[in-house]
């Protein structure tokens, strides 16, 4: 089955300690980005890859750091969490990311708590 | 960028057509509509895409005037299962390419 998958599910943290969201997709897609999703906020994109080791800054990526390193896997990195991290995390991809007519597979979400 | 507008939330009941329209009066030459949903704590899901026109399919159908300034989803018969969140994106690959969603309306499905 064509999916999207993230891991955990659900996180309850302490702030300071590192914590890693991963992100994998099995359709072989260049393009792979991450969301948090806040309550009035909307989703908001934190990072984007456009295809193996080239990612690049979304509108909030500070306190965040990605990687990939391989096309299928796409991990979000909080080194050191903070409370005002608390949010819903979703990851995506797209066959390529050059087309706005691609059609973006979303994960089934992180929720994730900073303490 | 085209920036969208939509309202923020809706009503309906049960057995409705409900229509959902969304402005975008900067949209580009190039850009299309494209329309996500999303359940309460899930991803959003692509629903519908367009470029003029019309186009439906066994979700829904997107109507779009000639001169693409806004776009209307209609949703025909809702039921309960389609209260969710609607967000109507435009062109929303940037020279960045970064995709943005609005704010999205929040439809409600009453009994």
């Known amino acids: 089955e064509a999916q999207v998958t993230q891991n955990p599910r659900y996180l309850i943290t302490v702030t300071g300690k590192k914590l890693t969201v991963t992100c994998s997709q099995n359709m072989n897609h260049e393009y792979m980005s991450w969301y948090r999703q806040d309550p009035g906020l909307g989703l908001r994109q934190i990072y984007y890859?456009?295809?193996?080791?080239?990612?690049d800054k979304g509108d909030v990526p500070e306190g965040y750091k990605v990687s990939r390193k391989e096309k299928r896997n796409f991990p979000l990195i909080l080194e050191s969490p903070s409370p005002n991290q608390t949010s819903l995390y979703f990851c995506?991809?797209?066959?390529?990311?050059?087309?706005?007519?691609?059609?973006?597979?979303f994960g089934p979400g992180t929720r994730l708590t900073v303490l | 960028l085209a920036k969208t507008t939509q309202p923020i939330s809706m009503d309906s009941y049960e057995g409705q057509e409900v229509n959902i329209t969304c402005s975008h009066n900067n949209i580009a030459t190039n850009d299309y509509i494209t329309w996500y949903q999303q359940f309460p704590s899930q991803g959003p899901r692509f629903i519908i895409q367009?470029?003029?026109t019309k186009v439906t399919n066994e979700v829904a159908s997107l109507f779009i005037p000639a001169d693409r300034k806004s776009s209307t989803l209609s949703l025909p018969r809702v039921s309960l299962s389609d209260t969710a969140v609607y967000y109507c994106l435009v062109g929303a690959m940037d020279s960045s390419y970064k995709l943005i969603f609005g704010s999205g309306t929040r439809l409600l499905v009453r009994p």
């Open positions: 995506a991809s797209s066959l390529w990311g050059l087309d706005a007519t691609n059609e973006q597979f």
């Open positions: 367009g470029y003029k």
């Open positions: 890859s456009m295809n193996v080791e080239v990612t």
